[in-house]
């Protein structure tokens, strides 16, 4: 089976940094992703992760430790639009792609 | 670019009806997969297909039928439907190469069964 934690809300200011934590406990694991999810929309790719360390992508950076069933999502200089959910989610077996995901995190950003 | 196109983007149904979500993809992807989303749950996996002719089952496919008779379609059947099955659905497709796995997700249909 599969469970994956984060945290339901959190609140930021723009400019600021934030980071969103997941911890996830799986059979099977194949890689770990976090999608961005603006109200009413469909997710969108952020980042993706299959051996531990840190990934960059401009503003944003995503961390995995496979031994502590952990990532997190850090996202740099906020800004308003980065208001949205974010969506971890964890891939397992070893055809297709099959993800599970967490209940996903709601970043307000303030002024 | 169309990628992955969904239809209907609303619908309302009755208790007991049935209908057929339609998924399209125009990006030549093997996989292809639904997901519902429902406040405070995630998405959950109802069905996936790594190619035409081959589906399975994900966490959640009671209530649910598949069918891939061609690389590019993915249709959801609801064989009868229930007010547990209001929800938003999310197809999803992605190539082969599992050394990024993006999934690209449509616009998503929202369903409500009255």
């Known amino acids: 089976g599969q469970n994956i934690d984060q945290p339901t809300e959190m609140t930021a200011t723009e400019g600021a940094i934030v980071q969103i934590n997941c911890t996830y406990q799986?059979?099977?694991?194949?890689?770990l992703f976090w999608y961005q999810q603006h109200a009413g929309e469909a997710p969108t790719f952020l980042s993706y992760?299959?051996?531990?360390g840190l990934e960059e992508k401009g503003r944003f950076s995503s961390f995995l430790s496979r031994s502590k069933g952990y990532s997190y999502l850090l996202l740099k200089e906020l800004q308003m639009k980065d208001s949205a959910s974010y969506l971890c989610?964890?891939?397992?077996?070893?055809?297709?792609?099959?993800?599970?995901f967490g209940g996903g995190t709601r970043l307000m950003v303030k002024p | 670019n169309a990628g992955v196109t969904q239809t209907p983007k609303f619908q309302v149904l009755k208790t007991g009806q049935s209908m057929t979500l339609q998924c399209a993809q125009d990006m030549n992807h093997e996989y292809m997969s639904w997901y519902r989303q429902d406040p405070g749950m995630g998405l959950r996996l109802i069905h996936y297909s790594v190619g035409a002719g081959i589906t399975d089952q994900g966490e959640v496919p009671n209530g649910y039928n598949v069918s891939r008779s061609t690389t590019e379609d993915f249709p959801l059947r609801l064989l009868s439907a229930a007010p547990s099955q209001t929800s938003v659905y999310f197809c999803?497709?992605?190539?082969?190469?599992?050394?990024?796995?993006?999934?690209?997700f449509g616009e998503g249909s929202r369903l409500t069964v009255l």
């Open positions: 989610a964890v891939r397992w077996g070893n055809a297709g792609n099959m993800l599970t």
């Open positions: 999803a497709s992605s190539t082969r190469d599992r050394s990024t796995g993006e999934l690209f």
């Open positions: 992760n299959v051996l531990d």
């Open positions: 799986t059979s099977g694991f194949n890689g």
